[in-house]
Nanobody, 118 residues
Framework: QVQLVESGGGLAQPGGSLTLSCAAS??????????MDWYRQAPGKQRELVAR???????LYVEPVKGRFAISMNNAKNTVYLQMNSLKPEDTAVYYC??????????WGQGTQVTVSS
């Protein structure tokens, strides 16, 4: 059973940076990540997609984070990252990673809180 463990959330000042990590464990030898997503959910709002990366290289970002966030993956470690720069108070949310493996199964992380405040 694949499990995703997120880390890296916390408190940052406006203009600051944080890097989120999402490590997949419990996978078999044939496991690989096909699609990786980062979502976020702010209080009172619906969960929304932030960034998506396909194994083939295509990357998508939602407009509010373009130029500030970067999604990446370490295939050898089955770990995905979200580098967040120039953080704004409106980036405050619980951030979730989601991956789709090479069989089409989807897995969610437990979420990590990001708070941007002075």
């Amino acid at each position: 059973q694949v499990q995703l463990v997120e880390s890296g959330g916390g408190l940052a000042q406006p203009g600051g940076s944080l890097t989120l990590s999402c490590a997949a464990s419990g996978s078999g030898s044939g496991f690989s990540i096909s699609v990786m997503d980062w979502y976020r959910q702010a209080p009172g709002k619906q969960r929304e997609l932030v960034a998506r990366s396909f194994r083939g290289g295509q990357i998508l970002y939602v407009e509010p984070v373009k130029g500030r966030f970067a999604i990446s993956m370490n295939n050898a470690k089955n770990t995905v990252y979200l580098q967040m720069n120039s953080l704004k108070p409106e980036d405050t949310a619980v951030y979730y990673c989601k991956i789709e493996d090479n069989t089409g199964r989807q897995y969610w992380g437990q979420g990590t809180q990001v708070t941007v405040s002075s």
